[in-house]
């Protein structure tokens, strides 16, 4: 079946299923929500059961969203204050009652005081984290509860856990948090007192746009310090487009002693931030015959793609290859790497090119 043929196919899917459903009745539609609410019901009352073992109740309730009825609300709100049930069934729990959280103070006041507990169980917490922060992410949320819930997450960045720290960090840095920055900061400029590890730190600290080259230079000195191969490689991802880093990141897809990780890396990094000059960049690599087959591979397609795009902006007139794209073409038809040369004629044939 080829392309064409499964788009057709997958289209008449479509419209037998609109028609099926234009065609259906009032009563067939009500009998359809009927039996829906009735597994539910049945579902929720298992998760309810402390006499079923955990997975039954946690299997119960993975296709409820949320729990509807005031009965099945103040039950499950029951089992998330009780510290005895287990730790997953109060995490599952919280997540179908999340409304209470967000809406009655005193549910929330707990969730909040759990959240920032060390001593709360995992997964549990984990839940009242996520809880909160849809409520703190909420635009309809009022300030002043933002602002609590604020507090608790300034709270856990200092936490003893590291993955409570992380996901402090990822809620607040994600919505600007001034707070969690300067101690992103801080920690990539004084690694003793850093609260994540470098590689979990750049990447949040990449998504502040405000003094954006402030943050990059920051990164990019923790890049000229770091000998820590995934710490590298999330700075390298990061300063793509950051010039001044340029020539650091050059010398690190040159360095043959570097891992193949940090090379790629590098590349993928220069190319998404340098354009034009990618090729000058690449050639020398694309042409060495002990290179890595992956690193000269996706030199390659890289340079077909942007010549590609070139070609389509000039639909309107005469396209020509760029002479120093063609003159590296003639150069790799005789390599020696069957994988290399297979990408060769696949970029020719995408190009026009014999």
Request: glycine content about 2%.
């Amino acid at each position: 079946m080829n392309y064409i043929t499964t788009i057709l196919f997958c289209l008449m899917a479509i419209s037998l299923s609109n028609v099926a459903f234009a065609q259906m009745t009032r009563e067939e539609y009500r009998q359809q929500l009927e039996a829906y609410r009735q597994t539910a019901k049945q579902d929720a009352a298992i998760f309810l059961d402390k006499t079923q073992s955990t997975e039954q109740r946690l299997k119960a309730i993975q296709d409820i969203e949320m729990f509807t009825t005031a009965e099945d609300k103040a039950a499950c709100l029951d089992i998330v204050m009780d510290i005895g049930q287990p730790d997953a069934i109060r995490a599952a729990g919280l997540m179908k009652v999340r409304h209470a959280a967000h809406k009655q103070e005193a549910v929330r006041a707990k969730v909040l005081n759990w959240m920032g507990q060390s001593s709360t169980p995992p997964k549990f917490r984990k839940s009242c984290m996520n809880v909160m922060q849809m409520a703190y992410v909420n635009p309809n949320t009022p300030e002043a509860v933002r602002k609590e819930i604020t507090a608790v997450f300034h709270k856990v960045l200092l936490d003893a856990k590291p993955a409570a720290r992380e996901k402090a960090f990822f809620v607040l840095s994600a919505y600007g948090d001034d707070q969690a920055h300067w101690l992103l900061v801080r920690g990539l400029q004084e690694p003793m007192q850093a609260l994540l590890p470098i590689e979990k730190s750049v990447p949040l600290l990449a998504m502040r746009k405000h003094d954006s080259d402030y943050h990059l230079n920051v990164i990019y000195e923790a890049l000229q310090k770091t000998s820590n191969q995934a710490a590298q490689i999330e700075c390298i991802k990061a300063l793509g487009n950051y010039q001044p880093a340029r020539p650091d990141i050059i010398r690190l897809l040159k360095d043959k002693k570097q891992s193949l990780e940090v090379r790629r890396a590098s590349m993928q990094s220069l190319n998404h931030g340098n354009g034009q000059e990618f090729l000058s960049i690449a050639k020398s690599i694309i042409t060495d015959e002990n290179a890595p087959e992956s690193l000269r591979i996706y030199a390659l397609q890289a340079e077909t793609y942007r010549e590609l795009s070139r070609k389509m902006n000039t639909a309107n007139t005469t396209f020509s290859l760029d002479n120093s794209f063609q003159q590296l073409i003639e150069q790799v038809r005789s390599t020696s790497s069957e994988a290399v040369k297979s990408t060769l004629r696949d970029c020719c044939r995408k190009l026009g090119v014999e």
